[in-house]
Nanobody, 126 residues
C-alpha cells in the first residue's frame, strides 16, 4: 500500500514557475514508477510526466517538453515536478500516481497506476 500526498499547487501568472511535490508513505517507494497527471474541467486525465523506479528514465507529454522536469528521491520517498514557463492551458488539477513497473519503464496509461494522490490545483492566469 502506498499513500501519496501532493503539495505546491497555487495561482501563478503566465510565464511563472511552480514546483509540485509528492510525498509517499511506505517502505517500497523504489518499487514503483511514478507519474504526474493532470485533468482540466471537461477533459480526460492525461500524463504530464513519468519517471522510472530508479529515476534513470523519464518521459514527458509533448505540450510540456522543455518546460517541466520530473525528479525523484527514493531516500526521501518524494517525487517532484518543476514547472517553468507556465501557460494558461496548464491550468488543471495535478495528481501524483504510483505504478508497479520494471526498473527502466515509464508507465503512460492512467489505468496502469494503482495509487493516486488527492490532487492539487494549478491555475495559470493570462
Amino acid at each position: 500500500q502506498v499513500q501519496l500526498v501532493e503539495s505546491g499547487g497555487g495561482l501563478v501568472q503566465a510565464g511563472g514557475s511552480l514546483r509540485l511535490s509528492c510525498a509517499a508513505s511506505g517502505r517500497t517507494f523504489g518499487a514503483y514508477a511514478m507519474g504526474w497527471f493532470r485533468q482540466a474541467p471537461g477533459k480526460e486525465r492525461e500524463l504530464v510526466a513519468g519517471i522510472s523506479r530508479g529515476g534513470v528514465v523519464s518521459d514527458y507529454a509533448d505540450p510540456v517538453k522543455g518546460r517541466f522536469t520530473i525528479s525523484r528521491d527514493n531516500a526521501k520517498n518524494t517525487v517532484n515536478l518543476q514547472m517553468n514557463s507556465l501557460k494558461p492551458e496548464d491550468t488543471a488539477v495535478y495528481y501524483c500516481a504510483a505504478a508497479p513497473a520494471p526498473s527502466m519503464l515509464v508507465r503512460r496509461a492512467p489505468s496502469t497506476y494503482n495509487y493516486w494522490g488527492q490532487g492539487t490545483q494549478v491555475t495559470v492566469s493570462s
